[in-house]
């Protein structure tokens, strides 16, 4: 069993749909990092957090360390959140990876 | 503008056909790393740098060879390249994780190198 798991692995939506990704993970972390991989394979970083809730524009990302388990959250869906985002923990003196969930955004 | 580049971005090579790839960052970054990416197993970290003329082994450090000479380059050397090297290849920096300096916080990654040995 992967350290990491995302799901679902793949989600398709319509254009405003409301997204949920979620990641559990079963180590012991200082931090859950969460990223996107756009289409043509760069990533970015989107949210760092230990605890609680983090906001950014439409983005959200929370975290339950007793339930050891993250979600991401996409408000008002678009086309351009079409994307691989990847949930990632820090345990001791390395970062973990999920193998990501695949979005797709249709007008 | 902040940013990693890598070079090639592109590359088919050959078993056994020394091979070298380039990060540099701009960011003053003490911290950087390699990574792979591979379908079905997500990314995995190669080698990684506290400092100048630190380096430490990843995950999946065989076959590879990293420098870290100067503060913002951290190349990549495959000596003998084989074909289970073919992949997706990151570069990244960081320095500040949530409790301070860290190579394990926000992650700033290079566009990637796409390396096919044959």
């Known amino acids: 069993k992967n350290e990491v798991e995302q799901s679902p692995q793949n989600l398709t939506a319509q254009e405003g749909e409301f997204i949920t990704i979620n990641c559990s993970y079963s180590?012991?972390?200082?931090?859950l990092h969460w990223l996107q991989q756009h289409p043509g394979g760069g990533i970015v970083s989107l949210f760092m957090?230990?605890?609680g809730k983090k906001k950014h524009g439409r983005l959200i990302a929370t975290i339950n360390i007793q339930e050891k388990h993250s979600s991401l959250h996409i408000t008002a869906s678009h086309p351009r959140d079409s994307a691989v985002y990847i949930c990632?923990?820090?345990?001791?003196?390395?970062?973990?990876f999920g193998t990501g969930t695949r979005l797709q955004v249709f007008p | 503008e902040a940013q990693v580049t890598q070079n090639p971005r592109y590359l088919i090579t050959v078993t056994g056909k020394k091979l070298t790839v380039t990060c540099s960052q701009n960011?003053?970054?003490?911290?950087m790393s390699w990574y792979r990416q591979d379908p079905g197993l997500g990314l995995r970290q190669i080698y990684y740098?506290?400092?100048?003329?630190?380096?430490d082994k990843g995950d999946v450090p065989e076959g590879y060879k990293v420098s870290r000479k100067e503060k913002r380059n951290f190349p990549l050397i495959l000596e003998s390249p084989s074909p289970n090297q073919t992949s997706l290849y990151f570069c990244?920096?960081?320095?500040?994780?949530?409790?301070?300096?860290?190579?394990?916080?926000?992650?700033?990654f290079g566009p990637g190198t796409r390396l096919t040995v044959l």
């Open positions: 990244a920096s960081s320095s500040e994780g949530l409790a301070g300096p860290s190579p394990w916080g926000e992650q700033f």
């Open positions: 180590v012991g972390i200082s931090a």
């Open positions: 957090l230990s605890s």
């Open positions: 990632a923990v820090h345990n001791t003196d390395k970062l973990i």
């Open positions: 960011m003053n970054h003490e911290y």
């Open positions: 740098s506290m400092n100048v003329e630190v380096t």
